[in-house]
C-alpha cells in the first residue's frame, strides 16, 4: 500500500530520480547547443540519494528510475545504481539512457540491480541519428542494446521521440525492427518546453494519430499495470515486442499520474510541468532527518495540480527535459 496519495485520488508507486544535468548528447529538441554548467552543478550524493529512496520506499514506493541528464556519465554510476537497489522495498530499478557506455557496462549495471532499461534511440538510420542526437555513435549505441539483450534485462524498451520532417518517416523501419526482438518500442510525441521556439510547430507530430494507425494495423491495447509509466501499450501477434505511445497532449495522460520526480538538484517535482519544485535538500543531510523527509514529502503532495497546463502552451518552468529528468 502506498502511503503517497495526493488530493485527486492518485496514488505514487513510482520515483523518476535525476542524478545529473550533464549530457554528452545535444538532441535537437533537448539542449540543441549541449550542456552548458549554470553554477549549480553540485548534484545528489550516494549518501542522499540512499535517503532519497529509503523515503520514498517508506511510503511505498516500489519502483525508481534514474534518469537525467545522462546518468551514466556519473563516475559513482554503478554503485549509485547498487544503492537504490539494495534499498528494502524497491523492486524494480530502471535506468533511462541514450546508451554511450551501454555496450562496454551492460552486465556490471545489471549484476548491480538494474532490472528495467530504456535507451532513447531516435533513428534507425546513422545519419538520422546524428542529424537528431549532435553525435555519430548509432553504431555504439545499438552495440550497447544487443548488449542488453544478451544480459537478459527483464525488460529493454527503446525510446524515440518522433519529429515530423525528420525520423518521423520512419515508423514502418521501426516496426519492422520490432517484429522479431522482445524489445519495447516507445514512441514519445514531442512537449513543447520552455526553451523551445519554432521547432514544436515545425516538427511536433500528433500522438493521437500516430495511434490510430496503429490499431488499423491490428495494434491491441494491453492492460496498465499500477507503477507502470506513461505509456499506453500496444501488442501486435505477429510481433514479438510491443509498442508503448506516450501522449502527454491526450486527455487522460495526467488523470493516470503515479510518478513524482526528485531533480539532481535534490528538490521534489510534483509534475513535469510543474513550477519550481520542493526542496528536500537540507533534510538530507542526516540519517535522523527521514521523518521530517517523509512527512515533508506527504505534505507537498498535496500540493499536485490535477492537470498540467502544456495544451496552453505553458510548460511551467522547465526550460528542457535534461533539466528536472524528462
Ligand atoms: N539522457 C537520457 C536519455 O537520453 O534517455 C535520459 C534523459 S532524457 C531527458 C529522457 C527522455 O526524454 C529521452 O528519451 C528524450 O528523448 C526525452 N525528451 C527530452 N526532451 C523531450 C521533449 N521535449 N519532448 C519529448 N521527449 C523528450
Known amino acids: 500500500m502506498t ?29 540543441p547547443d549541449g ?37 551514466t556519465m556519473r563516475k559513482d554510476f554503478t554503485e549509485l545504481l547498487r544503492t537504490v537497489a539494495d534499498t528494502p522495498g524497491i523492486t524494480k530499478v530502471a535506468l533511462t539512457t541514450n546508451g554511450y557506455r551501454l555496450a562496454k557496462h551492460a552486465q556490471e549495471w545489471r549484476d548491480a540491480g ?9 533513428s534507425l538510420d546513422p545519419k538520422m541519428f546524428h542529424q537528431i542526437t549532435g553525435e555519430n555513435l548509432f553504431h555504439e549505441v545499438m552495440a550497447g542494446v544487443d548488449a542488453a539483450l544478451d544480459a537478459g534485462f527483464e525488460q529493454v524498451k527503446l525510446n524515440s521521440v518522433l519529429l515530423k520532417g525528420l525520423n518521423g518517416k520512419e515508423l514502418d523501419q521501426f516496426l519492422d525492427w520490432i517484429k ?9 510525441e514531442l512537449m513543447q518546453t520552455g526553451e523551445m521556439d519554432q521547432f514544436f510547430e515545425r516538427h511536433h507530430m500528433s500522438g493521437e494519430q500516430i495511434k490510430q494507425r496503429m490499431l488499423q494495423q491490428g495494434w491491441q491495447s494491453v492492460l496498465r ?14 510481433y514479438a515486442g510491443k509498442l ?3 501522449m502527454p497532449y491526450s486527455k487522460d495522460f495526467c488523470a493516470g499520474c503515479n510518478r513524482l520526480r526528485v531533480s539532481a538538484q535534490g528538490k521534489l517535482h510534483l509534475c513535469l510541468f510543474g513550477e519550481g519544485g520542493v526542496e528536500l ?16 514529502l506527504q505534505s507537498a503532495l498535496q500540493t499536485k495540480r490535477e492537470t498540467h497546463y502544456l495544451h ?3 510548460a511551467g518552468s522547465t526550460p528542457h527535459l535534461a533539466s528536472i529528468g524528462g
Open 244 to 246: 508503448g505511445l506516450i
Open 114 to 122: 538494474l532490472t528495467h532499461l530504456n535507451v532513447s534511440v531516435d
Open 312 to 314: 496552453q502552451g505553458d
Open 225 to 238: 499495470e499500477k507503477d507502470a509509466g506513461p505509456a499506453e501499450r500496444f501488442w501486435h501477434p505477429d
Open 35 to 71: 550542456y552548458r554548467p549554470n553554477g549549480r552543478n553540485y548534484f545528489i550524493t550516494q549518501a542522499e540519494v540512499a535517503r532519497i529512496t529509503r523515503a520514498f520506499a517508506a511510503l511505498g514506493t516500489q519502483k525508481v528510475r534514474i534518469t537525467g541528464g545522462e546518468p
Open 281 to 296: 535538500r537540507d533534510l538530507l543531510a542526516a540519517d535522523e532527518q527521514q521523518d521530517e523527509l517523509i512527512a515533508r
Open 180 to 188: 522479431t526482438r522482445p524489445v519495447e518500442m516507445r514512441f514519445i
Open 3 to 31: 502511503q503517497l496519495e495526493d488530493g485527486f485520488g492518485r496514488q505514487f508507486y513510482y520515483l523518476r530520480l535525476s542524478i545529473t544535468d550533464v549530457c554528452n548528447f545535444r538532441c535537437t529538441y533537448c539542449l
